[in-house]
């Protein structure tokens, strides 16, 4: 016999609609109530740019909730530690859903001890995956290394299982709170303000990523192979914070996706990236080591180079190489970045810098709204050749090259970094070869108005083979 009372953790589930735990509760139980654990330690100078998604979406999910008659509460701390709090005398259940990461994971075995030593009812949901790393394995039972055959399996396994269920929330008579004691929500936001910024690109809701699904669906996803490279066009969803912190379900993204008629190239492309993000929570959890270094050993013997300049003129996005900077720049500025403006910085960072991998993994957990450990520690193993079937570290990006080939007009550069404005294209990925005439011609001087390279690409090119060469050998 289950009790009157439900009490829901909220973690990354901002959304009424397929929140499992949620939705199960509200059918389940007379009355409901959420929390939301805000653990600092998690976020104080390592996740700064999500604290402000969080606190937008807090202050939207309470009144959607409110809706319903269910409350919502903000507690500060540790969250094995304030579920710890709850008594069996309370007569409440537990809900949530489930976060397909080892650290999230290892909490939550700690928080099910609790439980049953208190023998307070609980039960938990799938989260926000399509489906749990231990379904898809090759046949011997072992995990994938490979992203094609894994995606064509773990393809298959889904489309087993779908449609899965999705139910309505239900609205309750009355409001209860289990905890009484809500924190003021402004304690989730950063102390620096640089944040406020993020305000004009992105409207944290569930509302809005319907949106932004919506505008996938009827605009971008025939044309996404086509453009989806070029950083200047919007022709990728940008979905990903919504994704990140559970706006949207990413069955609810398959499901929208397979319910288009035609499905072209585009659509194919596209739900190879979503192959891609279960990709990369299969592998940090079937290899976990992963979280902490390189997953091919090889890269520990790497003579990666400690040099703070360096790292800080790519932080600022100021290294001379003009679309390395205008993605450095749009990252600090909107919280996110393109995805081949992403590689291209990172391939930077790793050869032409020689910088640990480790280092962009840190400052892009810090800056990037969409921060996920999977998907972000998986992409700079990948990016820096050392995790699974990652791109050879030999194959280094040519950042010139791929300025001219991604952004041939230098548009993106011109938006990030306004001072090349009136940089003819000819020079915009090159800006150290404007002769004399052409820089006064434009009121512009190469070393004052925009920084000189801080690295020759052909010098760096070389030395970042003859270190790889190294650990080969
Ligand atoms: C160095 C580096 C770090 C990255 N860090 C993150 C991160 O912390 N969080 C994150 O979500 N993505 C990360 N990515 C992957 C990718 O760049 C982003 O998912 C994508 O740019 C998000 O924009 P979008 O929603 O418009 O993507 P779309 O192109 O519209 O793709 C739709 C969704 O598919 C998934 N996806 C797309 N590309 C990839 C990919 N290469 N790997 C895994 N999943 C993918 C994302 O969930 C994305 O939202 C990183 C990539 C690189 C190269």
Redesign the pocket.
Known sequence: MENKKALVWLRDDFRISRNNALIYASENHDQVSAIYIFNPEEYENKREAQRWWIYHSLINFKQELSKFNISLELLVGDEVKVLNKIKNSEEVSLYWNKIPEPREESKEKKIIKILDEKNINYKFFKGNILSEYQEVTKDDGTPFKVFTPFWRVAEEVYLKKVPSRDAKLKKKNKKIFIFKQSSDLSKVLPNKNWFKKFEKYWVPSEINSDKVLKNLINKKINNYHKT?DYPSVEG?????PY??HGQIHVETIWKSCNEIENKNTGYRK?IN??G??EF?HSLINYFPKMLKGNLRKEFDNFPWVENKKYLEAWKKGTTGYSIVDAGMRELYETGWI??RV??IV?SFLVKHLRIHWKE?EKY?RNT?L???VA??VA??Q??AGCGADAAPYFRIFNPILQGEKFDKDGSYVKRWVPELKNVPAKFIHRTWEMDEDTQKSINFKIGKDYPLPIVDHAKAREAALKAFDKITK
Do not use: A
Not at 236 to 240: H, M, P, V
């Open positions: 989806r990728t969803s940008k979905i990903s994704l990140k596209f990236e979503i891609w993000r990369s393109h995805n992403r590689m990172g962009g892009f990037l969409d921060f996920n998907n972000n992409s700079w990948w990016v």
